[in-house]
């Protein structure tokens, strides 16, 4: 089991940046894959980006160019950079655990209980 902290949200004005981190506890944090999911007002909670156990990364398309995930294993901590910020990319951003690759919410086991970002105009 892991558990999952994220932290370094807040507000930024648009086109700012801010880096959000995800700092798992428990065992066994490189064999997890790793994704960052963010959950508007109202709206569903969406992929952002993952990175694998061997190193890939993937992203939504609204977030290409823009946002870069990493990992250090050795700090148990995931990592989000996210530049030229919009409006639209206000939310809650959650960092989850999970055994495969995937873009969807059901293949992750375990979630952080999310921090908040708030890009304004």
């Known amino acids: 089991q892991v558990q999952l902290v994220e932290s370094g949200g807040g507000l930024v004005q648009a086109g700012g940046s801010l880096r959000v981190s995800c700092v798992a506890s428990?065992?066994?944090?490189?064999?997890?894959?790793m994704g960052w999911f963010r959950q508007a007002p109202g709206k569903e909670r969406e992929f952002v980006s993952a990175f694998s156990i061997f190193g890939t990364t993937t992203y939504a398309d609204f977030v290409k160019g823009r946002f870069t995930v990493s990992r250090d294993n050795a700090k148990n901590t995931l990592y989000l950079q996210m530049n030229s910020l919009k409006p639209e990319d206000t939310g809650v951003y959650y960092c989850?655990?999970?055994?495969?690759?995937?873009?969807?919410?059901?293949?992750?086991?375990?979630w952080g209980q999310g921090t908040q970002v708030t890009v304004s105009s």
């Open positions: 428990g065992r066994d944090f490189r064999r997890y894959v």
């Open positions: 989850a655990a999970g055994q495969r690759l995937s873009d969807l919410v059901r293949s992750y086991d375990y």
